[in-house]
């Protein structure tokens, strides 16, 4: 899991977009314990790409599996993913 999102930094869209696809399915197949396990680890890295991916159709697939993780997780996992994202949006700020 760590290999697979440490890929999405490739330098090819091509190869994020493969590394996008894979997590997307791990995002769907997971058992919900297995998933709240590893919300962060998967779901920051996924908010940076994001706000940061310069690719559209990568930036797009990225917001359709935050919204699918958000809709398998309980509201308690969701509210903290959020609360942690918004804290790193605000501490971006200049």
């Not at 590394?19 to 998933?35: N, R, S, T, W």
């Not at 779901?43 to 993780?69: E, F, Q, Y």
């Not at 398998?72 to 971006?92: A, C, H, I, N």
């Amino acid at each position: 899991l760590i290999v697979m999102i440490q890929n999405l930094d490739y330098e090819h869209p091509s190869g994020r977009l493969a590394v996008l696809d894979m997590l997307q399915h791990l995002i769907a197949k997971f058992p919900v314990p297995v998933l709240e396990e590893h919300s962060q680890l998967i779901c920051m890295p996924l908010v940076t790409r994001l706000v940061n991916d310069s690719d559209p159709k990568c930036r797009s697939t990225v917001g359709v599996m935050i919204k699918a993780m958000i809709g398998r997780l309980p509201v308690t996992f969701t509210d903290m993913l959020l609360k942690y994202s918004l804290e790193w949006m605000q501490g971006s700020d200049p």
